[in-house]
C-alpha cells in the first residue's frame, strides 16, 4: 500500500533552519511528481513546494520561495524540504504525497497522509 513517513520536525526560533525527510513507498516513485504539503491549526492542508519526477521544474509558494528548497533522490525514494530563514507563520505540520502540478493548479494523487511531522518556529 502506499505509504509516506515524514521526519525531522522540531522547534526553532524565528531565522532558524530545518531539514525534513519523507520516504515514500508502494508506488513508482521516480514515475511522479511530488510535493511537500503543510498544515497550520485551524487552516486547510496547502501545498508549500513541489517537484517533478526527474527532479526539475520546482514550483514555491510565495510564501516560501527564497527561502525554501525541495529536492529528491529517486534511488532512495525520498524527497527533502530545506527550510531557511525560518518565520513564526512557518508553523505547521508538514506532509508528503504524490502531485500533480502545474504554475497554477495541482492536485494530489493518494488519498494516503502519513502522520506529519510538526514544525514549530518561535519569534
Known amino acids: 500500500q502506499v505509504q509516506f513517513v515524514e521526519s525531522g520536525g522540531g522547534s526553532v526560533q524565528s531565522g532558524g533552519s530545518l531539514r525534513v525527510s519523507c520516504a515514500a513507498s508502494?508506488?513508482?516513485?521516480?514515475?511522479?511528481?511530488m510535493g511537500w504539503f503543510r498544515q497550520a491549526p485551524g487552516k486547510e492542508r496547502e501545498l508549500v513546494a513541489a517537484?517533478?519526477?526527474?527532479?526539475?521544474?520546482?514550483r514555491y509558494d510565495d510564501s516560501v520561495k527564497g527561502r525554501f528548497t525541495i529536492s529528491r533522490d529517486n534511488k532512495k525514494n525520498t524527497v527533502d524540504l530545506q527550510m531557511d530563514r525560518l518565520k513564526p507563520e512557518d508553523t505547521a505540520v508538514y506532509y508528503c504525497?504524490?502531485?500533480?502540478?502545474?504554475?497554477?493548479?495541482?492536485?494530489?494523487?493518494?488519498?494516503?497522509w502519513g502522520q506529519g511531522t510538526q514544525v514549530t518556529v518561535s519569534s
Open positions: 508502494g508506488f513508482p516513485f521516480s514515475d511522479y511528481a
Open positions: 517537484i517533478a519526477y526527474n527532479g526539475g521544474n520546482p
Open positions: 504525497n504524490a502531485v500533480h502540478y502545474t504554475s497554477s493548479y495541482y492536485s494530489v494523487q493518494y488519498n494516503d
